[in-house]
Structures are given as structure tokens and as C-alpha cells.
């Protein structure tokens, strides 16, 4: 099959096109034909790209993306809840490869019906982000109806779906953005939009019950002082993972793929619940071009790779 993988450990511009072998699903796995996946270019630095649960070196080639929307081809188990030819999205095994492929094998549990009011290719930027925020507002900060969240990163890939969450769910939402990004913001849903660039946002805000920080390093400590007695904070930012600091390591979240989730999602999008914002699209040989200008940043959303046209 098709796909772009590495064959060495290195970084987006070691990427390859060519063929490799089609995986099989095992029982329990859907074989999905991949329509289009999205770039995440902190993922060649991540340690499931190279290493396996048990810490052994990773067989190449390795193929990156790990959310996707396509259609079922197959799957292992004749009691699948998914059946060939239904359009599905979702998120795959870290330590597996990825959907930068033609194929790509997924446990049915990381696995919903794609919204219908979605193309692939704005189905293949959600699983992620939604999830992360999702998980991170209700299951791990146990974010309620009427309390006040103060989301950094609003206008970021995760933020901009924490924020219509948070929302959605009926609390008060704080946020920090530049002021460029203060305008989409605020029409995501956002009561207050904090300029971070210009104004201290301890200095102005106090007694939050929930942070969601998708920023860390300074934004984060700084964030201890607007908690309430109680307050929740919870931080997805990849650097929390490595604190020698006790409250920052039982702050930090890792977004698990759970397809009864997804379809919640799914369903709130095609209710016109939360809105999808998708940044340019590459071709699959284009992949080197699509890392190169998601590191350039500046871009509202993710980037998709598209696998069929």
C-alpha cells in the first residue's frame, strides 16, 4: 500500500514515500481505508514513535498520524460494531503505525461513525483535539455547570474545542489568546478573552475552579495562584510530563482514544453543537510540505493529509 513512513529515527524531513506492507486487523480491530489524517509535528519527538510499551526499539518502517477518517474495508471479528463500507473517524494505537497510509488498523473502542456533515478531510482533525479537551474538562476536572474555566491556548487546536465544550456544559469561560485571536475567541463562545501577551492574567483573574492549560512552562505555574481552595488544574502540555514537581505530574493528562466519546462528538457536531476548524490540506507525497508549514504556525486548526481525493 501507499504510505509515507520512516526508516530511520529522525524528524519530518526524513519522511518517505513508497509502498509497505497492508496491515491486518486482529479480533477486535477494524481495517479502515484511510481517507484523510492530520499532522501532529511534536509526534516524531513522542517516545511511542520509536520505543514500545516495554521500552524496546520500534520496528520501521514507522508511519506517523494517528487520527483519521475513512471507510471500514474490514476487521477481525465477525461481531464487529462496525461494518465494511460505513464511514468511520477515530483515533489508533500510539505505539502502532499510524494512518499516513492507505490502511490503518484501529481497536473498535477508539473508533465512531464519521459526523455526516463533515468531508474526511475535517472528520481527520477532531479525534484528537476533541478528545483532549473532553477528557480534560469532564473527566479528569470534573468541570460543572456554572463554575468559571480559564482555558490557555484558546485559539490553539485543543482550545477552540475546550472552549464550545465548556460552554456547552454551561460554565463561564476565561481565556487566554493573543490579541489577534481575540475576536474568534470570543465567537466560539468565550465571556472573557485575556490578552497574554499584554496583561498578567493573575494580576486580573482569581478564584477559578478549573485551568485547562495547553500551553505550560511559565503559563502553567503561573496558574496555581487564580485557583480557588478546590480548584481542578488540568495541563496537556507535553513538557508537564517530565516535572520532578508532584502537583504538576497529577496535573497532567495524556488523551486516551475512546469511541463512545467520539460519538458524542460526532453527534454534537452534526447538531451544529461545535463547530470544526480545519487548516490547509496537503496531498499524502506531500507530507514533508504539510510538517514543514504546521511548524511555521499561524494556522487556525490542523493541517489534514489527504489519501483519496
Same mark, same amino acid.
Given at each position: ?42 509526534? !516524531? ?26 471507510? !471500514? ?6 461481531? *464487529? ?14 505505539? *502502532? ?6 490502511? =490503518? ?20 482533525? !477532531?479525534?484528537? *483535539? ?70 498578567? +492574567?493573575?494580576?486580573?483573574? =482569581? ?15 503561573? *496558574? ?27 496535573? +497532567? ?57
Amino acid at each position: 500500500m501507499k504510505a509515507v513512513y520512516l526508516d530511520k529515527k529522525g524528524g519530518a524531513d526524513s519522511l518517505i514515500s513508497g509502498e509497505i506492507q497492508q496491515p491486518n486487523p486482529d479480533a477486535g480491530q477494524v481495517l479502515v481505508k484511510v481517507h484523510a489524517t492530520a499532522i501532529m509535528p511534536g509526534e !516524531v519527538r513522542w517516545i511511542p514513535t520509536f520505543q514500545t510499551r516495554s521500552g524496546s526499539p520500534r520496528p520501521f518502517p514507522i508511519v506517523l498520524g494517528h487520527e483519521f477518517s475513512g471507510v !471500514v474495508e474490514g476487521n477481525g471479528s465477525s461481531s *464487529s460494531m462496525f461494518s465494511a463500507g460505513e464511514e468511520v473517524f477515530g483515533v489508533n494505537d500510539w505505539f *502502532s503505525n499510524g494512518a499516513q497510509a492507505e490502511y =490503518c488498523v484501529v481497536e473498535e473502542s477508539g473508533l465512531a461513525h464519521k459526523p455526516k456533515s463533515l468531508t474526511h478531510a475535517e472528520a481527520a482533525v !477532531v479525534p484528537i *483535539s476533541a478528545l483532549t479537551a473532553w477528557q480534560g474538562l469532564f473527566d479528569k476536572a470534573n468541570l460543572q455547570r456554572g463554575q468559571d474555566v480559564l482555558i490557555h491556548g484558546a485559539a490553539g487546536s485543543v482550545g477552540m474545542f475546550a472552549v464550545q465544550l465548556a460552554l456547552w456544559r454551561g460554565a463561564r469561560v476565561i481565556a487566554t489568546a493573543s490579541s489577534g485571536s481575540e475576536e474568534f475567541v470570543r465567537a466560539l463562545g468565550a465571556d472573557r478573552v485575556i490578552d497574554y501577551r499584554k496583561t498578567p +492574567f493573575e494580576d486580573v483573574i =482569581c478564584d477559578v475552579d478549573v485551568v485547562l492549560d495547553t500551553v505550560g512552562g511559565e503559563t502553567l505555574e503561573r *496558574s496555581w495562584k487564580v485557583l480557588k481552595p478546590g480548584g481542578r488544574i488540568v495541563t496537556v502540555a507535553t513538557g508537564s510530563e517530565q516535572s520532578r514537581e508532584p502537583r504538576v505530574r497529577d496535573a +497532567f493528562m495524556i488523551v486516551r482514544a475512546d469511541g463512545s466519546q467520539l460519538a458524542k462528538i460526532a453527534w454534537m457536531i452534526d447538531a451544529g453543537e461545535l463547530r470544526v476548524f480545519m487548516g490547509p490540506t496537503f496531498d499524502l507525497a506531500e507530507a514533508r510540505e504539510a510538517y514543514d508549514r504546521a511548524a511555521h504556525g499561524g494556522i487556525r486548526g490542523k493541517i489534514a493529509l489527504r489519501i483519496i481525493e
